[in-house]
Each structure stands twice: as structure tokens, then as C-alpha cells.
């Protein structure tokens, strides 16, 4: 699976979008890009997945780049319950069972 | 829908000693992943099961070992503990694309 690259940490004040960069220059044509974060002290949860065109759901969007060598996860209203490890993962999909490869992540930090 | 359930919720050995911990997936789940989590990094895959049968390994010695049982719940075996064992330990289960992770058992080997 290709690498990826995270800043390791944002503030973010509440009420306002957080944007959190990723890069995978590596990515393949049979890659997704993933993104998971992890709230202290909890599992992994996911958040939202995309192959190249934008993607969104309740809880974010994310926007993939045309060369598919970028992406960034949106919060459009970050809270406080935001705060977390946000985990930008890509990996070759076929079905349930490939194993995420897990970088260092981003520790977002939203602040009243 | 309990979720993906894992014990104990932390744990104590000694060096040399020997594990187990345990999960419980997603109702319906087939696939169970166990990851280490030391602290401050990303969690590493350690194997997963599917089948009863080991599908798929990450780069962990033999010490780790790992079952599956017919209801699909899963046990993690942690062999001749060491002090760099101490870790989270992630239970994560899946049947489609999304892969749900338990609360982990915090492991604290001294």
C-alpha cells in the first residue's frame, strides 16, 4: 500500500472547517484513500472513504485531487468532540479483509 | 448491536509471562484483525483471521499467535512477554469495506 504523509499536528477554534491535508504521491489506479480517527483512549472509528471523485457523509467530506496525489478530510463545523488522531490510510481494495497500514496521523486539536 | 467487544479492558504481566486476550466482533462479522498500538504511534497489524484460518500476517515474531473460533469471536496469544509488549491492543472486525475497531485491552508487561 502506498505511504502517506501527514502534518503531526492542527488547531482548529470551534464552530469553524477543518481542513486536514494528506499526501500519498505513491497512490495506484486500484487505491482508495481512507480516513479513520481515533479519540483518546478508544478504537480507531471510520470516517469516510473515496477512489477520485469527492466524497461526502454526515460526519465530513473529503476531496480527492484530479492526479489523485493529495486529499484533504473537511469537518465543516469542528466541535470540541473533534479533538482526535485523524488517520489518512490507502489501500488496495477487493474486500473487507486488507489490513490498514496506520501512519502517525495528525492530532487535531479544536479549541473553544 | 453491542459492537466489537474486547477483554479484559487492561491487564498486568510480568516479563516471560504468557497472554491472552479475547474479542468479541460485529454481530455477523466474519473477518477479525488484531493491531498493536504503542504509545504516541499509529496502531500496527499484527494478522487476521477469516475462516478460522490466519489470512493475512504483519511483521510480528512467532511469540504472536492468534485463534479463531466457529462464532467468529477471536483470541490474541502473546507468548514470553517482553517490556516493548506493553501496548493497546486493537480488536477490529469487518464484512464489507469498513472496518470496526473495538476499545482495545491496554497490555502493561513489567
Known amino acids: 500500500d502506498a505511504k502517506t504523509t501527514q502534518p503531526t499536528s492542527m488547531d482548529c477554534a470551534e464552530g469553524r472547517a477543518a481542513n486536514l491535508p494528506c499526501n500519498h504521491s505513491?497512490?495506484?489506479?486500484?487505491?482508495?484513500v481512507y480516513w479513520y480517527r481515533q479519540i483518546h483512549s478508544q478504537g480507531p472509528q471510520y470516517i469516510i472513504h473515496g477512489l477520485k471523485n469527492n466524497e461526502t457523509n454526515e460526519m465530513a467530506s473529503l476531496i480527492i485531487t484530479e492526479d489523485r496525489k493529495s486529499s484533504t478530510l473537511i469537518l465543516p463545523h469542528a466541535t470540541l468532540r473533534d479533538t482526535a488522531v485523524y488517520y489518512c490510510i490507502v489501500r488496495a481494495y477487493n474486500n473487507a479483509g486488507n489490513m490498514l497500514t496506520f501512519g502517525g496521523g495528525t492530532r487535531l486539536m479544536v479549541k473553544p | 448491536d453491542a459492537g466489537v467487544t474486547q477483554s479484559p479492558t487492561h491487564l498486568i504481566k510480568t516479563r516471560g509471562q504468557q497472554v491472552t486476550l479475547r474479542c468479541s466482533p460485529k454481530?455477523?462479522?466474519?473477518?477479525v484483525s488484531w493491531y498493536q498500538q504503542a504509545l504516541g504511534q499509529g496502531p500496527q497489524f499484527i494478522f487476521q483471521y477469516y475462516e478460522e484460518e490466519e489470512r493475512q500476517r504483519g511483521n510480528f515474531p512467532d511469540r504472536f499467535s492468534g485463534h479463531q473460533f466457529p462464532n467468529y469471536s477471536s483470541e490474541l496469544n502473546v507468548n514470553a512477554l517482553l517490556l516493548g509488549d506493553s501496548a493497546l491492543y486493537l480488536c477490529?472486525?469487518?464484512?464489507?469495506?469498513?472496518?470496526?475497531f473495538g476499545p482495545g485491552t491496554r497490555l502493561t508487561v513489567l
Open positions: 454481530s455477523g462479522h466474519d473477518t
Open positions: 505513491t497512490i495506484s489506479g486500484n487505491e482508495y
Open positions: 477490529a472486525s469487518s464484512l464489507g469495506y469498513e472496518q470496526f
